[in-house]
Nanobody
Framework: QVHLEESGGGLVQAGGSLRISCVAS????????MGWFRQAPGKEREFVAA????????YYADSVKGRFTISRDNAKNTLYLQMNSLTPEDTAVYYC?????????????????WGQGTQVTVSS
């Protein structure tokens, strides 16, 4: 059974940094593209970043480009999101997800497994 578990969220001041992680189990992690999404209160879940199965290709939402970095360690079955220069607008629950397709995707419908989420709160 596929399981994704995020960790590393917390409270950080504006301008600060945080790295969140997602450990995968129950499937061959290295065979799938992965993504990060986030959902703020009262808003729809939105795409943040995605990475190809071997990590050669990465894609970011415009709102995080240049500040966030997605990476993966296939030997550890772990996905990461390094977040720098955080702003209060980055406050949300962050979810990792497994893509159901081979390429990088940006819509929630193309991801078939999701973690439970980790809260990131940025204070001003």
């Amino acid at each position: 059974q596929v399981h994704l578990e995020e960790s590393g969220g917390g409270l950080v001041q504006a301008g600060g940094s945080l790295r969140i992680s997602c450990v995968a189990s129950g499937h061959t992690f290295s065979s799938y593209a992965m993504g990060w999404f986030r959902q703020a209160p009262g808003k729809e879940r939105e795409f943040v970043a995605a990475i190809s199965w071997i990590g050669h290709y990465r894609y970011y939402a415009d709102s995080v480009k240049g500040r966030f970095t997605i990476s993966r360690d296939n030997a550890k079955n772990t996905l990461y999101l390094q977040m720098n220069s955080l702003t209060p607008e980055d406050t949300a629950v962050y979810y990792c997800a497994r893509s159901s397709r081979t390429g990088i995707e940006v819509t929630t419908q193309t991801y078939d497994y999701w973690g439970q989420g980790t809260q990131v709160t940025v204070s001003s």
